[in-house]
């Protein structure tokens, strides 16, 4: 019963109950399965697919369900109030990363995970557009900042501290990571499962310091189909794999245009590439979204898609994207330095 048990597909994310290790009881009467990230947008589809399988009208099902932290980059300790950090990067600039940055977090947020953004790209920081804020945060004790809000999300973006949107940020590369570093540490994160950081394009001075200062758990890797993005892509994999940081999967951002006025589909950026790169480099394919005006015009209004039509196709599979990713996340390790005290010898 045990076996047969493993190979049931958890609905929408494609990962079986064996795969995740969710098993934790199963007899004749009940079955206990454990759950390292939110699945209570899934539960009664699972339960139900349960009971298709096993014909026992008394057969007792419990779900339970518990997010906790997971290894990062050897010699870093976790955040006291972050449970894990999520990378979402490119390699390439303009492939729609901070719009699925924003999508995915409020995917997460609707299945009851505490969920945090930050926008990490200094040049051109996004999410504060894209998510409808306007303000400035809060400073306690002159050097802590209190997240902005926005659907149930934490955020914090250079955008909040700058007096105008058009003031550019003519920086160099120390001033960009201590900026990067001071935004996590000093804004005071309220007991978050995941924070979704939206890098920056390229492999530059903010990936190095993300890679060397920040812990984080897994990497996002999103890209078009195109044949360049691609080419970008695959240098943001090596990067994250050079620097001991897992990568849950490749998303393949615009992969067919939409027409809006006869629903015709067509591949304008290409097909099934970021699919492949998947392969080769032997990461997971978390899926694939279209290029929708309405994604854009939702993000461009500050109101994403995954909260301005949550019953939609597109949001639908923002979210299964997002579940699927932080499924992945949680056959990782867990994150035992936390339990270790800071000993300081004088």
Known sequence: MINQLKTIKIPQIDLTLGEIDAVKLANETEITLKFGFPIITLQDQLIQLIKQTFTKPSLKINIQQEIISHTVQQGLKGMPNVKNIIAIASGKGGVGKSTVTANLA????????KVGVLDADIYGPNQAHMLGITGQPEVLDQKKLTPMSAYGLQVMSMAFLIEQTDTPMIWRGPMVSSALQQLLNDTLWENLDYLLIDLPPG????????SQKIPVSGAIIVSTPQDIALLDARRAIRMFEKVNVPVLGVVENMSMHVCSHCGHQEPIFGEGGAKIMAQQYHTEFLGALPLDIKIRSDADAGKPTVVADPESIISKEYLNIALRAVALLSKAGKDHMRK???????
């Open 106 to 113: 409020l995917a997460l947020s609707a299945t009851g995970a």
């Open 203 to 210: 492999t530059g001075d903010i990936q190095l310091t993300l």
């Open 340 to 346: 270790f005290p800071k000993i300081i010898i004088e």
